[in-house]
């Protein structure tokens, strides 16, 4: 069974940073390319990061880049998303969800979500 485990959203000021964690178990998550997708209070989902499996290659959303970095450790089978400089517009549920290889911005599997609200 496929299961994606995110955690260390919280509630910080503007300005500050998270460090989210997926754990992913059930399938061999060094094939996968995955994704962090958001999504806030009355919004649609927004796709906000991706990596490749093998190449690492890295993709990120314009309003992120800069300030969020993806990163996997296949060893641990665990997807990163390391979010710097924190705005409330940042405030959304955060998935870690895997890449169904079908087509861009598609994916099978997702997490049940970690919370992140930046407020002052």
């Known amino acids: 069974e496929v299961q994606l485990v995110e955690s260390g959203g919280g509630m910080v000021q503007p300005g500050e940073s998270l460090r989210l964690s997926c754990a992913a178990s059930?399938?061999?998550?060094?094939?996968?390319?995955m994704s962090w997708v958001r999504q806030a209070p009355g919004k649609g989902p927004e796709w906000v990061s991706g990596?490749?499996?093998?190449?690492?290659?890295?993709y990120y959303t314009g309003s992120v880049k800069g300030r969020f970095t993806i990163s996997r450790d296949d060893a641990k089978n665990t997807l990163y998303l390391q979010m710097n400089d924190l705005k409330p517009e940042d405030t959304a549920l955060y998935h870690c969800a895997r890449d169904s290889g079908l087509a861009q911005y598609d994916w099978d599997y997702w997490g049940q979500g970690t919370q992140v609200t930046v407020s002052s």
């Open positions: 990596i490749d499996s093998g190449t690492g290659r890295t």
């Open positions: 059930g399938f061999t998550f060094s094939s996968y390319g």
